[in-house]
Every structure is written in C-alpha cells, then in structure tokens.
C-alpha cells in the first residue's frame, strides 16, 4: 500500500475521534502549541488564508476568532476529517470557512493567491513534503507568509527525557488510541512518523529550498514541536 493510501486509512480511521485524542494524548498541550501557532501571525484585514492538511478546522477556527475578516479556506485530502470539521464549525456559527478536498501535493488553486499558508501537524503525513512545499509557494502571494507547526525527532534531549518521551509515545498513546479510537496501529503510526520526521535546521532548509525566504523555527515544550516560519 502507498503511503499515501496508508495515511488517508488512518485518517478515516480516527476521524470521528480526532479531537478527544488530540486532548488525551497531548494533555491538552496541541490546545497551547495551535494558540501560540495562530498568535504569532500578524493576519492583516481581510486576508486570504490557506490552512493546509486542515483536518476538523482547529487552525482555521482559532484564526477566524482572532481575524474575523480574513478569507479562510481549510484544504485536506480526506472527507471525513473535512466532514467532522464542518459539523463542528457549524455548530460553532463559524460559517464563513470554505472547505476543499484536495492533495496538498497538488493543490487546486491558481498561482499567487494567498496571503498566509498555515499547516499544522500535517506536513509531517504528506508523502511528497517537496512537492507540497513546492506548491504552497506556488500559490502564495509574493511577501505571502508559511506558518508551519510540526513535532521534532527529540534527538538533542537529555537522555532520561528521551526514555520517558518514547515510553510515553510507545506505550501510552498507542493504548489510548487502541482503548478511545478502537485502532492501536494507527497511533503507533502516527509516533513512528515523529521520529522519521526531519531534524528542525534540515526541515528548515527544505523549506529554503522551495524558495522561502527569512525563514527561521522555534522551538516549544523543550522541543517537542516546532514552529517554522518562512516567507515568499
Ligand atoms: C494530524 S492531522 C492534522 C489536522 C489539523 N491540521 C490539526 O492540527 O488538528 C493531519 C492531516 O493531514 C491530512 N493529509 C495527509 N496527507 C495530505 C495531503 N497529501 N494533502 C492534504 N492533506 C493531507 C490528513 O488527512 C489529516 O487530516
């Protein structure tokens, strides 16, 4: 099965309890780094958003509360996780999000469109990171702003954090993914994916190598995830 294939099983998998186990798992802590994500970005009037593998809208959500008046569309290749997104918005009277299926690899948007690309905890389950980077840029405006948010391989950390990290990557939230969403593989999956994600300086110069520019990352929660930023 390609991976491609083997991500939207996942993703149609846990749809239905995505959000309960984004809470579990992270402690409420994916609450803090999507605040901090959204917070950090100076939307201006008006502006038309991108939020990238947007999943149930927490990205797009969290930006139309702090800039009512930007133009928001959430873009990912599974219905579902779009579906659970829509009912939750809706019920939220947030109705103004437009909602797209499509592949981030190719995505259906004309060139130079967007102000601000956002993507969080998504770049890292696209199988073709170059060819989604590739096309963010693409439909960015010039001077268009990318806001990424993904985990790190924790790889510098002491080694007594290390051990209690996996365990609790390894153990633990396979075992909430088994007991909540009825499927252990797929959250085993989703921490396997972490540790073969790029090291934060070698994403940031992938993103350079699309084309961004200024770009830079922070680090959060003893670097756990990373935030990135780049600039077209
Ligand atoms: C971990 S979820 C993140 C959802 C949301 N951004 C959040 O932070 O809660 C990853 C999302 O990436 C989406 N995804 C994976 N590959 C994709 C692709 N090639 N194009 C667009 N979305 C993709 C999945 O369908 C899933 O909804």
Redesign the pocket.
Known sequence: MSI?NK??EI?DSVASH?DIM?DLMSLGM?RVW?NTMVNSIRFTKNAKVL??????G??AERIARIEPSSKITV????QN?LNYGRDKVINANQLKLKWVC????HLPFRDSVFDYCT????IR???DRKK?LTEIYRVLKPAGQFTC?EFAPMHYQHKAFITLYDLYSFKVIPEIGNIIAKDRSAYEY?VSSIRKFPIQIDFKKEIENAGFINVRFNNMSYGIVALYYGKK
């Open positions: 491609k991500i939207q993703f995505y984004n994916h999507k939020d990238i593998a947007g999943g149930t927490d990205i873009c990912d290749i599974n996780m499509a592949d981030a690899e993507i969080a905890f998504g389950n696209i199988a989604a948010l989703l």
